[in-house]
C-alpha cells in the first residue's frame, strides 16, 4: 500500500483548523441515516463550512441577504469588531453534508446595566436578523435547531434586534424553541413600511401609491422639469454600479448627512464595508444603483440590493439644494414601479428607521419587527428584556434633551 504522505498532512492539519474554529456542538441522529448537527464556530470558517453555507443562501429565499457571506465578510472587522461568530446547523445523510440554518453573532454588552449576551448579527446597514434556512422543510429544521440548542448548553442569552415576526420562519423559530424549553420573550414592537405584489386596478394601472400622491410627484416632476432635462437611470453592469457607488458617496457627502459627519464617505470603516459590499454584489448580479438626473448631474440617487425575488433599497441620497422637489421620493417611485413589476417580485423592504414618514407615506404596507429574547429561565429573560427596555428608554430621553437645545 503506497501513503500520499503530503496528502495526510493536509488532512490532519484541515482537521486540526477546523476543531479550533469550532467553539460548540452537538449532533442528533434520526431513526435512519440522518445526522444533524448544531456547531458554534468562530468567524474563521474553513472552505468547505463556507463553500456549504453559500449553497445555503442560494435556497434561503432570500429573506435576508444581510445574513448572506458576501455581506457577512465585508462587515467582518469592520462594523462587527472582534468576534463574529456562526450557529449553523447540517444535516448529513451519507456522504453528502448540507448546511440547513445558520446566524451570524457577535458578543455584546446588553441593556444598563450592560451584562453579556449574544446579539445576532444585525447593525445600522443590515437592519434585519432573520437567520438563513432552507426553504424545503422549515418546519423540521427549526424543531432540530431549537433541540440541538438545548444540547450546546449556551450560556449566553440569545437576542435578536429587528426580528421579522412576521415571516413564517420567525414564528416556527419561535414555537421550536419555546417547545424545547427556553423561555422567549417578543417585545419592542417597531413597524416599518413594505412592498407587496400589486393587484393594480380595474385599468390595469398601479394601485399601490394612492393618486392624490403619485398626482404630487407628478407636478413636482413637472417643476423640476423647467430647470432643465429631467432622466431616470438604471445601472446594472459590474463596471457601471461601482461608478454610480462613488457618486452616490460624493452625493451623500454634500447632504446633511456630510455636514453631521454620519456619512458613509467620511467613516473609513464604513466606506471599506460599504465598497467591498456593493462590489461583491455587483460581481453577483444582485445590486443595481438608480440614478435621477437633471442635466446629467445626479440629484438622488438608491443603491438596490436584491437576492431571489427580495428587494431591499439600501441607502438613498439626494442633493438637499433640491429638497422642495422631493428628488428621493420622486425616485424611490420610479424605483417601485419597476420592482413591482418584475416577474421575479415577492417583497422589498424599506429597510428605513422605524416612524421614518416619508417611506410609510409611500409605501402602504407595514411589517412588525421585535426584539426577541431567548434565555434558559423565565428570570434571565426578564431581566435582560428589563434592562434593554431601560437603556432604550434612557436614549430616547437623550434624544428630547438634545433635540431642545
Given at each position: ?67 448572506e457571506p458576501v455581506l457577512v465578510n465585508a462587515a467582518a472587522g469592520r462594523i462587527s469588531g472582534a468576534g463574529l461568530s ?75 434586534e429587528d426580528f421579522p415576526t412576521d415571516e413564517p420562519l420567525a414564528n416556527l423559530l419561535v414555537n421550536a424553541l419555546a ?134 433599497p439600501w441607502k438613498t441620497a439626494f442633493d438637499s439644494s433640491y429638497a422642495a422637489y422631493s428628488p428621493g421620493s420622486q ?75
Open positions: 500500500m503506497i501513503f500520499d504522505h503530503d496528502a495526510m498532512t493536509s488532512r490532519r492539519d484541515a482537521e486540526k483548523a477546523a476543531s479550533r474554529t469550532v467553539r460548540r456542538s452537538a449532533t442528533q441522529e434520526t431513526i435512519g441515516s440522518s445526522l444533524w448537527q448544531l456547531e458554534l464556530r468562530n468567524d474563521s470558517a474553513d472552505e468547505d463550512t463556507q463553500t456549504l453555507v453559500e449553497r445555503l443562501a442560494e435556497v434561503s429565499g432570500g429573506g435576508n441577504l444581510f445574513f456562526h450557529l449553523t446547523l447540517f444535516e448529513q445523510i451519507g456522504e453528502e453534508r448540507t448546511a440547513k440554518l445558520a446566524i451570524p453573532f457577535i458578543p455584546a454588552k446588553a441593556g444598563f446595566p450592560a451584562i453579556p449576551v449574544l446579539q445576532a448579527f444585525s447593525h445600522p446597514f443590515a437592519p434585519l436578523s432573520l437567520p438563513l434556512a432552507e426553504q424545503s422543510d422549515m418546519e423540521e429544521t427549526a424543531d432540530k435547531f431549537a433541540s440541538l440548542l438545548l444540547r450546546l448548553q449556551l450560556n449566553e442569552t440569545l437576542v435578536f417547545a424545547a424549553g427556553f423561555s422567549v420573550r417578543i417585545v419592542s414592537p417597531k413597524m416599518r413600511a413594505v412592498l407587496h405584489p400589486d393587484p393594480g386596478n380595474r385599468d390595469g394601472e398601479p394601485s399601490w401609491l394612492n393618486a392624490k400622491r403619485r398626482r404630487e410627484n407628478s407636478r413636482l416632476y413637472r417643476k423640476l422639469s423647467e430647470l432643465g432635462k429631467v432622466e431616470f437611470e438604471k445601472a446594472e453592469k459590474f463596471w457601471d454600479v461601482l461608478v454610480r457607488f462613488e457618486e452616490f458617496l460624493l452625493l451623500e457627502t454634500r447632504s446633511w448627512k456630510g455636514r453631521g459627519g454620519t456619512s458613509i464617505h467620511t467613516i473609513k470603516r464604513d466606506a471599506a464595508f460599504a465598497r467591498q459590499s456593493v462590489c461583491d454584489m455587483a460581481r453577483q448580479g444582485k445590486c443595481e444603483i438608480y440614478s435621477m438626473r437633471l442635466d446629467n448631474k445626479a440629484v438622488a440617487s438608491t443603491i438596490l440590493f436584491k437576492s431571489s425575488g427580495n428587494y431591499f425616485l424611490m417611485l420610479r424605483l417601485s414601479d419597476d420592482i413591482i413589476a418584475r416577474p421575479d417580485f415577492k417583497r422589498a423592504d424599506s429597510l428605513a428607521k422605524f416612524g421614518n414618514s416619508w417611506m410609510t407615506a409611500l409605501w402602504p404596507d407595514q411589517t412588525a419587527y421585535h426584539r426577541l429574547i431567548m434565555a434558559g429561565t423565565g428570570v434571565e429573560a426578564e431581566d435582560i428584556s428589563r434592562r434593554l427596555q431601560l437603556l432604550d428608554t434612557s436614549r430616547q430621553m437623550l434624544k428630547k434633551i438634545f433635540r431642545r437645545d
